[in-house]
């Protein structure tokens, strides 16, 4: 091994390693109470299977029926993620799942949302979703962010840009979800796609969204060219300004190297080389 390589523990390199996911045991009983009091009696409790951000993610069985509940704990670093979710959520049903309640006690910031049934989406080359992922993002590219209190793409980008000037490219007054890891969209057994997590909404121009996308092609399988032919069945790409994609694209590599350094593991390891590729291959044909 050369001197000074960075060297990871093996066992460090499962996404699972890094999951803020905690059981749900550690919730307060006046937490607990709370959340009863919205729901009547809970009869079971069955832990997300995916996802790792928020502390507690479950899904209920209640005297009122099944509910899907997300929960952070108020004094962590990401809780505002809970407010951004429940300032959008009018905005963005029925795309994404409705809000029931929302439950702030004892340290803890609970929201509990309608259950969607339906299975996670597929990115890979063969599938079937990928239309309905475009028509989904045609749809989104319709909502407007007014008066809501999201960062800006300029903003949560700047750090990432090459040239601070380029900052405007990116400005819009679009809702943005931004995080189009497969895991986010359920497909329901009629065919309807629903986003889910909207802790990463921001406001931008619309073609955003499906940029954000392409590197989540790539790591699912696609090359850079097939990705991007996807993400352009959407209007909002083509209408994006001149240069303003391989701006992007060059941030998002730069983003996604961070994410790697800063949270190592398979999944981000992958996601940094798909982003790369995607840049480079967005600069080789300009
Ligand atoms: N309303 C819902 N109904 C049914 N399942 C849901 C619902 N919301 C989320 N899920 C499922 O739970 C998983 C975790 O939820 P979500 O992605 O919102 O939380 P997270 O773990 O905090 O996020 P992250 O993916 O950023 O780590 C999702 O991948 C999705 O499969
Ligand atoms: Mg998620």
Redesign the pocket.
Same mark, same amino acid.
């Given at each position: 091994m050369e001197q000074g390589q960075h060297v990871v523990d093996p066992g460090m390199l499962s996404p699972r390693a890094v999951s803020l996911r905690q059981h749900w045991d550690v919730v307060p009983g006046t937490v607990l109470t709370a959340i009863g009091e919205r729901t009547g009696r809970i009869h079971s409790v069955a832990p /997300?299977e #995916?996802? +790792? $951000? $928020?502390h507690i993610?479950a #899904?209920l069985d209640t005297e009122r029926g099944r509910v =899907?509940v997300?929960g952070m704990r108020t004094g962590d670093g990401l809780a505002r993620t809970q407010q951004t979710e429940a300032e959008v959520n009018p905005h963005v049903t029925p795309i994404g799942?409705r809000l029931l309640w929302r439950v702030v006690t004892d340290g803890w910031d609970v929201l509990g =949302? /309608? +259950?969607?049934h339906g299975r996670?989406a597929d990115f890979g080359q063969s599938s079937d979703d990928l239309p309905l992922v475009v028509a989904t993002m045609i749809e989104l590219a319709r909502l407007a962010a007014p008066g809501l209190e999201l960062p800006s793409a300029e903003d949560r980008w700047a750090g990432y840009l090459e040239r601070r000037a380029d900052a405007a490219l990116l400005h819009g007054d679009r809702l943005l979800h931004t @995080?189009w890891?497969h #895991?986010?969209l359920?497909v329901t057994p009629a065919n309807r796609m629903h986003v889910? @997590?909207w802790?990463l909404a921001t406001r931008g121009a619309a073609w955003i969204d499906p940029a954000c996308w392409v590197v989540w092609l790539v790591y699912a399988g696609h090359s850079a060219q097939e990705a991007e032919r996807w993400a352009a069945k959407v209007p909002a790409w083509t209408a994006a300004p001149e240069g303003a994609i391989a701006v992007f694209a060059s941030v998002l590599a730069r983003y996604w190297q961070d994410i790697a350094v800063n949270h190592p593991n398979t999944m981000t390891y992958r996601l940094r080389d798909a982003a790369a590729a995607w840049a480079a291959h967005r600069h080789a044909r300009a």
């Amino acid at each position: 091994m050369e001197q000074g390589q960075h060297v990871v523990d093996p066992g460090m390199l499962s996404p699972r390693a890094v999951s803020l996911r905690q059981h749900w045991d550690v919730v307060p009983g006046t937490v607990l109470t709370a959340i009863g009091e919205r729901t009547g009696r809970i009869h079971s409790v069955a832990p /997300a299977e #995916t996802g +790792y $951000s $928020s502390h507690i993610a479950a #899904t209920l069985d209640t005297e009122r029926g099944r509910v =899907f509940v997300k929960g952070m704990r108020t004094g962590d670093g990401l809780a505002r993620t809970q407010q951004t979710e429940a300032e959008v959520n009018p905005h963005v049903t029925p795309i994404g799942p409705r809000l029931l309640w929302r439950v702030v006690t004892d340290g803890w910031d609970v929201l509990g =949302f /309608a +259950y969607e049934h339906g299975r996670i989406a597929d990115f890979g080359q063969s599938s079937d979703d990928l239309p309905l992922v475009v028509a989904t993002m045609i749809e989104l590219a319709r909502l407007a962010a007014p008066g809501l209190e999201l960062p800006s793409a300029e903003d949560r980008w700047a750090g990432y840009l090459e040239r601070r000037a380029d900052a405007a490219l990116l400005h819009g007054d679009r809702l943005l979800h931004t @995080d189009w890891h497969h #895991t986010n969209l359920l497909v329901t057994p009629a065919n309807r796609m629903h986003v889910v @997590d909207w802790a990463l909404a921001t406001r931008g121009a619309a073609w955003i969204d499906p940029a954000c996308w392409v590197v989540w092609l790539v790591y699912a399988g696609h090359s850079a060219q097939e990705a991007e032919r996807w993400a352009a069945k959407v209007p909002a790409w083509t209408a994006a300004p001149e240069g303003a994609i391989a701006v992007f694209a060059s941030v998002l590599a730069r983003y996604w190297q961070d994410i790697a350094v800063n949270h190592p593991n398979t999944m981000t390891y992958r996601l940094r080389d798909a982003a790369a590729a995607w840049a480079a291959h967005r600069h080789a044909r300009a």
